[in-house]
C-alpha cells in the first residue's frame, strides 16, 4: 500500500512538473507578417514562424505592421488552427524593437545593419544571328497596276534572297500593304494621285558571312528599301548567366568593403533581387548607296553586343 502511494505521488510530481515546463513564458524576436488566413498575423523567427493567437488585441498599434521587427512574451498553445501555418503562440506582450537587433540563435548583445548595394556587368558576345528587313515599294496611279507591279518585283526579290541566303535561313514576309496617295490643297477635300504598294520581307540567317551577299542579292533584284541589319545572339544563356554571376559577385563585394569600412563584416545576405537583362541596341546599316552602286559588294563589319545584368543585394552587417 505505501509503495502504491509513493508511485502515485511521484506520477503526479512528474505530470504537474511537465504542465509547468509546458506552459513556461518564452521569450522570441522576429518580424511581423501575414498569414494565408484571414485576419491572421505571425512573428517570423530565424528557427521558425509562430502563429500570434491573440494578434487583435495589439493591431490598434501604429507599429503593427508586416516587416516591422518585435519583441514578444507568451507562452505556445497546443491548439489546431485552419491551415497550421506556425506555432500557436498567445501573446501576453508584443513591443516593436530596432531592426537591427538580432534575432534567436544570436548574441542578444551583438546589433546588426543592413545594406543595400548594387552589382553591375557588362559581358562582350559576338552575335549569331543576322536580321534583315527588306521591302519592295511600288507607285501607279491606279491601285491594281502598283499591286501587280509590286508582286512581279518581290517574286524575284524573294527568289534572289533565297538563293543567295541559302537553305539555312528564314524567308519570310513581314507585312504587306497598299495604300492610297493623297495630296491636301487649304480648302479643298484630299484628292488621290496614286497608290503605293509595299511588301516587306523579313530574312533570318546565322551565316553572316553572307549578309553583305544578300543586300546586293536584294538590290539588283529590285528591292528598293531595305530598312538595316539587326545583329542578335539566339543563343544567349551561357552570356546572360555570366552578366547575372559577375553581377552579383561585384553586389557583393561592395557589401564586404561597408563591412570591412565599419570595422566588421557581412553576417548573412538576406535578399538578392536581378533588375533586369539589358539586351545591346539593335545596330541598323542604311543602304542607300549599295542600291546607288551596283558594282560595289556591300561590306559589312560584325562587331561584339553587350549583355548588361543589374543585381541589387540586401545584406546584414555586423559593425565592429
Avoid: H
Avoid at 511521484?10 to 484571414?38: D, F, H, P, S, W
Avoid at 506555432?87 to 501576453?92: C, G, L, N, S, V
Avoid at 515599294?137 to 541559302?166: C, F, H, P, S, Y
Avoid at 533570318?204 to 539588283?220: H, W
Amino acid at each position: 500500500m505505501r509503495r502504491l502511494l509513493l508511485i502515485t505521488g511521484v506520477m503526479a510530481l512528474v505530470l504537474g512538473t511537465a504542465t509547468i515546463l509546458q506552459a513556461k513564458e518564452i521569450t522570441i524576436r522576429g518580424k511581423l507578417q501575414k498569414t494565408v488566413e484571414a485576419g491572421g498575423w505571425l512573428i517570423v523567427t530565424n528557427t521558425g514562424k509562430y502563429l500570434i493567437l491573440n494578434a487583435k488585441s495589439f493591431q490598434d498599434n501604429a507599429w503593427f505592421k508586416e516587416s516591422t521587427g518585435v519583441e514578444a512574451v507568451g507562452e505556445t498553445k497546443d491548439v489546431m488552427t485552419i491551415y497550421m501555418e506556425g506555432t500557436p503562440f498567445e501573446a501576453k506582450s508584443i513591443q516593436p524593437v530596432d531592426q537591427g537587433v538580432a534575432t534567436p540563435g544570436r548574441d542578444d548583445n551583438r546589433r546588426v545593419t543592413r545594406v543595400i548595394v548594387g552589382g553591375d556587368s557588362i559581358v562582350q558576345a559576338q552575335p549569331d544571328t543576322a536580321i534583315l528587313t527588306i521591302s519592295v515599294v511600288t507607285q501607279a496611279r491606279r491601285a491594281i497596276d502598283a499591286q501587280q507591279e509590286n508582286a512581279t518585283k518581290t517574286d524575284a526579290v524573294v527568289r534572289a534572297l533565297k538563293a543567295a541566303a541559302g537553305t539555312g535561313a528564314e524567308v519570310k514576309t513581314s507585312g504587306y500593304s497598299l495604300q492610297p496617295q493623297r495630296i491636301y490643297k487649304e480648302g479643298q477635300p484630299p484628292t488621290i494621285t496614286g497608290y503605293e504598294a509595299r511588301n516587306s520581307i523579313t530574312v533570318t540567317t546565322g551565316e553572316l558571312n553572307k549578309v553583305g551577299a544578300i543586300i546586293d542579292a536584294a538590290a539588283q533584284a529590285g528591292s528598293n528599301d531595305i530598312s538595316g541589319i539587326a545583329f542578335t545572339l539566339r543563343q544567349d544563356r551561357q552570356a546572360r548567366d555570366q552578366a547575372l554571376s559577375e553581377a552579383t559577385k561585384e553586389a557583393m563585394n561592395k557589401a564586404r568593403v561597408i563591412a570591412t569600412s565599419l570595422g566588421g563584416r557581412v553576417v548573412r545576405v538576406v535578399e538578392v533581387q536581378e533588375e533586369g537583362l539589358q539586351r545591346p541596341p539593335v545596330p541598323l546599316y542604311q543602304t542607300e548607296a549599295v542600291m546607288a552602286r551596283r558594282d560595289v559588294s556591300t561590306p559589312i563589319e560584325i562587331g561584339s553586343l553587350e549583355i548588361t545584368s543589374r543585381v541589387q543585394l540586401i545584406a546584414e552587417v555586423e559593425p565592429g
